[in-house]
Every structure is written in structure tokens, then in C-alpha cells.
């Protein structure tokens, strides 16, 4: 599950006057994943406290390099057992008994799915709809609440109580310590849960006018969103493996297939038309390429704007496929294969590029592969009108395990392994203005798995006489190899496309004198003559 849809906050207060306590825990939200851990170090143990913060130092940091085989269940209980095992032989190695004991619970919430354990008496709540669930289990001894039965360091070996659960919007997870429950009823904690772990502390603290018998902690948990690819990946839907000419789908009749791969056709419903895209056959057995698909699906269903075309999925479909309003045009591609666009459509294509990104930022995505095939031109009251298209290269900010994107559109720093972001992205408009408005690419054709040499690229007016001097500075800056001189942001890019008066000159590093300044190039010249002239007129006089 994305971080944005879980609101998470923490808080801890030591018992009495002391200034610190045997509590300790930590929150980590990962890209798809949120970790949570609760522990309390053991009050008789000498070294509770710090075993309270190996513990869950120790989980958090695991669960930063979770092996890609081991399922959630494994690895919680794998890293529980691992740091169990090193306490314990820590504590018999300095003091022959068990100083290094804590109890501990741990939750992750991974897709639209709950995964939790503990080991002692701190415990995990689920409030939903008002009611509250205990979902952990109560190591103590029958008829001792206060005295632990088991915890993590104080024998060989380990019992954890593990559990799973699906989760719901309005969902509130609450991991504490039993300072916390122990001076709040089920109905109290209810009530002050929705407030956060802050403000259900302290009212804790409130209840013996803060003089907390107990160290007191909790964690909470707030779902605001379920999981949108999770939630359509569970839809019981087929991914039809062949599809031809007159396959009728929900009522939407195949009527021409627009790639070679047969998975996206144009489709007439009721004498209207679509563009329908169908999930890789490959999605069926493949969990990563039906993830890419549904993030593509969804992409193109909330990313609403003028820039792109119309897209929905159907509330009724039997089949993995979403639609597209048909475009009436031609790709970019396709019309430079007749003609270069004119200085002004330049422009507007080049505005038009970057409102969409700038749009986009505001999801925290990028396009990631700009370039002509995904560019559609629409003639409209005798103007071109630009569209973009390819929902399913819309990637993630700054992520660098992403491949989108096209080699000869590619900056030069994505060809090592650098994250996708607003110079990369600035890096692809200005290859494909250039192309739009030359015909040409700045470092020629890159071809997949190409090593590419990034020289000094040839101005685009000395292709195309008729771009003025302050576009093609700005086309330049926007390819230049050097990163740090690129611009670095939309904003300036914007800036400057809509005040052609403020572009200053911009040369690469070989450029010639001649060329960055030619008026003081002939000046120069002209002394240099002058004096050599000069010398010349005074050796014949003598």
C-alpha cells in the first residue's frame, strides 16, 4: 500500500519523573509497505531498554532488505527468532542469565493486508467501525497478568504469536505498551484512538495526573485509502489469450488492431468508438507485469486533463481491459515524416509537454518516455492541438528501478542507473522539440543496449535557418550532456518559453569563439589588422 494512504504517528512517555524509559519504537513507510514496532524492555532485566531498541532497530532494518522470496510471515517470524537467539546469547555470554529482554510487537501493512505478531503483553487493536479487536495475544503467566510467560531474550527459544487480516478504509491500528492499556478501558481507547498516539498518551498520562506508574507507548495507524492495485488485482476478471476482428467484449466489438501485439484494438459500441487495451496475456501467470498493467489502468482512469485523452474502466466488465477515447489524428511520428512543425506549434507542443509534467508532479509522477510516437496531432479550427499518450510508461518521481523510457530520448545520466526525475524528463522535451523542428536527433540514434557517446550536439538553427537564437538556446540547455547545466526544474523551462526576452545566449563548452560571439570576434580581428597595418606602414617608411 502506497505511504499517502496511511497516516501514521508515535509518541512515547517515561514512567514517573524519569527522564527516559524502557519503551521504544519506530514507524518506516517504504514504497509499498509500512512497518511498525512497538517494544518494551523488561523492568527487572537490567538491559531491557536496550534490547527494546535492538529489537526493533533490528526488525525495521531487515524489513528494509526483505528478500524478495520470503513471504511477510516468514520474515517476521524469521527476524524475531534471528534477534531472539543473539539477546539471548548476549545476556548468558555478560551475565549468565537473561538481562536482555523486551517484549515486542510488530505490524505490516503490505497491499490491502494487516500482518502482525508479538511476544509478551504489549499489544496490537484494530478499531473499525467504532468497535475495538485486541489481535495480538497476552503472553503472562495463568492468573499473573503482571508476570510474563514469554517475551524476546529470555530463553533459547521464542514463542510469537502471529496473525493476518485484511484491511478497510477508516481502519485505525494502534500498537502500545501495557502502560498505556493497563489505565484505559476498551471504550476509552476508543474514544482517543482517532486522536492519534500523541493525545492518547498524554490523556493516559491525564488519568493519574501525570504521574504514569508505567512507561507508556502506542503507535497508530490511520488507513485514509485501501489499496487501489490490490483491490483490482483480487476482481475475478479473464485476460483473453487470442483476440481477433469481430470479438464482441462487453458489448465492444474489435474492429482493428492498433499493435502488433493484438492487445489494443480499436472498438465500436452503439456507433461510437474506443480505443481498448487488454492486460498482457503474460499477466496471468506473471504478478509483477499484472501490477504494471492495473498502476497503468488506474493511471489512465484518475489522470484527468486536457493533454490526455478521456479514459474509464467500466463498472461491469467480464475481461481485464480499460478505454480510451478515439483520437482523430496522427502520431507526431507520423506527420514529421512529411514535414517539420512550424516555430510556433514548436512552442505550443513544448508548453503543452510541460504542463503535462507539471500536472503529473502534483502525483509525484513522470511521464517517462516523452518522444514523437507518443504525441498525437489533431487539426482543430485550423490550429494542431498535441495529445500524449502511453498511460503505462507513468512512473513514480525519482525512481530508479524503472526502465521507461526510449534510448535516444534517454538523458544521459539514465543510461547509468540514475532516478527518473524533472532534468531527465526536461532532457526527453528537448530531444523531441529538436526532432520536431529538424528532423534530426542532437546525438543521432541511440539503439537499445547502446553504449552512447554524448559529443556536442549541432545547433538546431544550423538545421533549420528559421528557429530564432532564443529557442535554440533554450533547446540546448534542455540536451545538454551536463547535468548541472541543464534546467533544473518545469518552472524555468515554463518561464523562459513564455519570455523569449529573458533566454540568455548558451553555448557548449567546445563551442568556438566565433559562434558565442561573433561581433567580438570581428572587433578583434579588426585591431589585430589594424595593427599589424600599422606595423607594416611604419617598417616601409623606414
Known sequence: MSKNNIKTSGFSLAKRKELTGDDFYEVKQLDDMTIAVVCDGVG????????????????????????????????????????????????????????????????????NRLYGANAGDSRIYLLRDNKLNQLSYDHNEDGMANVLSNAVGISENVEIFYFENSIQKDDKILLCSDGLYSLMSNDTLSKNIPNGAYQLVRKASSLVEDNLPDDTTAVVLEILETDYIESMK????????????????????????????????????????????????????????????????????????????????????????????????????????????????????????????????????????????????????????FKIIDFGSITEIFSITNKAGTPSYLAPERFTGSAINEKTEIFSIGVTLYEALTGKFPYGEIEPFQNPNFGMPKRAQKLNKNIPSWLDSLILRAITAKEELRYSNYSHLRFELEYPEKVKPFFSENTPLFERNPELTYRVGFIISLIINCILFIYILK
Open 44 to 111: 527487572s532485566a537490567q538491559e531491557g531498554a536496550l534490547a527494546a531498541k535492538k529489537v526493533t532497530l533490528h526488525l525495521i532494518n531487515n524489513f528494509k532488505n526483505l528478500p524478495k522470496t520470503w513471504s511477510i510471515e516468514k520474515a517476521i517470524k524469521e527476524f524475531i527468532t534471528s534477534i531472539n537467539s543473539i539477546l539471548y546469547a548476549q545476556s548468558i555470554q555478560e551475565y549468565e542469565r537473561p538481562e536482555y529482554a523486551t517484549t515486542v510487537t510488530v505490524c505490516v501493512i503490505k497491499g
Open 234 to 385: 483480487n476482481l475475478n476478471l479473464i485476460i483473453p489469450e487470442k483476440l481477433k476482428k469481430g470479438d464482441i467484449i462487453d458489448s465492444y466489438e474489435l474492429t482493428h488492431s492498433l499493435i502488433q501485439n493484438d492487445r489494443t484494438w480499436l472498438c465500436k459500441k452503439n456507433n461510437q468508438e474506443y480505443v481498448i487495451k487488454f492486460a498482457p496475456y503474460e499477466a496471468i501467470e506473471n504478478e509483477k507485469i499484472l501490477d504494471l498493467y492495473i498502476k497503468e489502468a488506474w493511471n489512465a482512469k484518475r489522470l484527468k486533463a486536457g493533454f490526455f485523452p478521456k479514459s474509464f474502466i467500466p463498472k461491469q466488465r467480464s475481461a481485464r481491459y480499460y478505454l480510451m477515447t478515439k483520437l482523430d489524428g496522427i502520431t507526431l511520428k507520423q506527420y514529421l515524416k512529411k514535414r517539420n512543425l512550424s516555430i510556433d506549434e514548436a512552442i505550443n507542443l513544448a508548453k503543452t509537454l510541460v504542463s503535462m509534467e507539471e500536472f503529473l508532479l502534483k502525483f509525484n509522477l513522470v511521464h517517462g518516455d516523452i518522444k514523437p510516437e507518443n504525441i498525437i496531432v489533431i487539426q482543430r479550427d485550423g490550429k494542431k492541438i
